[in-house]
T-cell receptor
Framework: DADVTQTPRNRITKTGKRIMLECSQT?????MYWYRQDPGLGLRLIYY???????NKGEISDGYSVSRQAQAKFSLSLESAIPNQTALYFC????????????????FGPGTRLTVL | SQQGEEDPQALSIQEGENATMNCSYK?????LQWYRQNSGRGLVHLIL?????REKHSGRLRVTLDTSKKSSSLLITASRAADTASYFC????????FGGGTRLMVKP
């Protein structure tokens, strides 16, 4: 079984709809992340969480919100989807580092391909 | 904005040749990581090099880090068709920041 799972794997929706992407992990990691990848580009960080009570904005948080329901679950919501949010979305996890601003190896889910019409 | 920038953006080589990809970054880092992504899939971690290390090996992979030049290179030796993928560097500072990637094609 995969260590980091994402649901749904594909989603097509319309402008203005609310969408939730879910991520679950069995690695026991405290840190979880949501990234967005646009075609031909690298990943950009949307939100990250160092533990259940900690939520931080990343590089491109506008238009997105997150919820850390448990250590193993981190969901990403698009409150009112717009076409330029069409992208591939990845969840990732990592072990806690000894320092806040140092990051260990990240483990990625398979991604959710979201299309907003 | 992306901290790391890979060069070249695309690379095509024959099986058996070596592939070298470079990454430049702008600010100080704790470590630098390289990831691989097969088309449309999640990223897979390849190697992590800390800011006080200069070179690291893992199988056919060799990574160097020059903090004075703020640059790193990933060398894949004796490439195989299965190495075809995109390769990303990621710098660990306030966040883990990914570059735009190098698309590597290894022709059989």
């Amino acid at each position: 079984d995969a260590d980091v799972t994402q649901t749904p794997r594909n989603r097509i929706t319309k402008t203005g709809k609310r969408i939730m992407l879910e991520c679950s992990q069995t690695k026991g990691h405290d840190r979880m992340y949501w990234y967005r990848q646009d075609p031909g580009l690298g990943l950009r960080l949307i939100y990250y969480s160092f533990d259940v009570k900690d939520i931080n904005k990343g590089e491109i948080s506008d238009g997105y919100s997150v919820s850390r329901q448990a250590q193993a679950k981190f969901s990403l919501s698009l409150e009112s989807a717009i076409p330029n949010q069409t992208a591939l979305y990845f969840c990732a996890t990592s072990e806690t580092s000894g320092r806040s601003f140092s990051y260990n190896e990240q483990f990625f889910g398979p991604g959710t391909r979201l299309t907003v019409l | 904005s992306q901290q790391g920038e890979e060069d070249p953006q695309a690379l095509s080589i024959q099986e058996g040749e070596n592939a070298t990809m470079n990454c430049s970054y702008k600010t100080s880092i704790n470590n630098l990581q390289w990831y691989r992504q097969n088309s449309g899939r999640g990223l897979v971690h390849l190697i992590l090099i800390r800011s006080n290390e200069r070179e690291k090996h893992s199988g056919r992979l060799r990574v160097t880090l020059d903090t004075s030049k703020k640059s790193s290179s990933l060398l894949i030796t004796a490439s195989r068709a299965a190495d075809t993928a995109s390769y990303f560097c990621a710098t660990s500072g306030n966040m883990l920041t990914f570059g735009g990637g190098t698309r590597l094609m290894v022709k059989p």
